[in-house]
T-cell receptor
Framework: NAGVTQTPKFQVLKTGQSMTLQCAQD?????MYWYRQDPGMGLRLIYY???????DKGEVPNGYNVSRLNKREFSLRLESAAPSQTSVYFC?????????????FGPGTRLTVT | GQQVMQIPQYQHVQEGEDFTTYCNSS?????IQWYKQRPGGHPVFLIQ?????EVKKQKRLTFQFGEAKKNSSLHITATQTTDVGTYFC??????????FGQGTRLTINP
């Protein structure tokens, strides 16, 4: 099992460009998440999907959109990138359990917006 | 909303010394999780504590959950260079949202 995979690993964008970050998991998990990590701020939740067909906002959703394509895949889209979106982006999925259950993280995408 | 604070932000120790990081929540937590992130890597789940006053051990790591379920700690005995990384605590806000502390970055002088 590959666990959680993310593409690309690195990306440089110019302000105003758009891109989609891809995430897939092969653990048959219902819940999937997108986080961003900035120095000194831990991980902050952008969007999550509790199950196929549903998505909800997290702590910092502005400037992002998501799509839960199927049970395996959950993508994050930046429509018009801004320098404030320079960050490391992690996708995660969660083993079953309401309000509990460990999360499995992908390797991350390091995004720079100039 | 629920805030999870972690201290210290950084800790540098000599190899063999002990290390402790503390986590405090503004609200009662149903459970608390701990993750480790190696430099350049991704967070990896270490443990989950559920019960008030719970203590769990993993080799040299000891995890505690406070009696009021609002604080937690991770203690590493006799640090080794393999312990280098950032340690995060996290608690669920509702059924889906995991709120992370800022993390404690541990560096070790061999």
């Amino acid at each position: 099992n590959a666990g959680v995979t993310q593409t690309p690993k690195f990306q440089v964008l110019k302000t105003g460009q758009s891109m989609t970050l891809q995430c897939a998991q092969d653990m048959n998990h219902n819940s999937m998440y997108w986080y961003r990590q900035d120095p000194g701020m831990g991980l902050r939740l952008i969007y999550y999907s509790a199950s196929e067909g549903t998505t909800d906002k997290g702590e910092v959703p502005n400037g992002y959109n998501v799509s839960r394509l199927n049970k395996r895949e959950f993508s994050l889209r930046l429509e018009s990138a801004a320098p404030s979106q320079t960050s490391v982006y992690f996708c995660a999925s969660r083993s079953p359990g309401q309000g509990a259950g460990e999360q499995y993280f992908g390797p991350g995408t390091r995004l720079t917006v100039t | 909303g629920q805030q999870v604070m972690q201290i210290p932000q950084y800790q540098h120790v000599q190899e063999g010394e002990d290390f402790t990081t503390y986590c405090n929540s503004s609200t009662t937590l149903s459970n608390i999780q701990w993750y480790k992130q190696r430099p350049g890597g991704h967070p990896v789940f270490l443990i989950q504590l559920v019960k008030s006053g719970e203590v769990k051990k993993q080799k040299r790591l000891t995890f505690q959950f406070g009696e009021a379920k609002k604080n937690s700690s991770l203690h590493i005995t006799a640090t080794q260079t393999t312990d280098v990384g950032t340690y995060f605590c996290a608690g669920y806000r509702g059924a889906q949202k995991l709120v992370f502390g800022q993390g404690t970055r541990l560096t070790i002088n061999p």
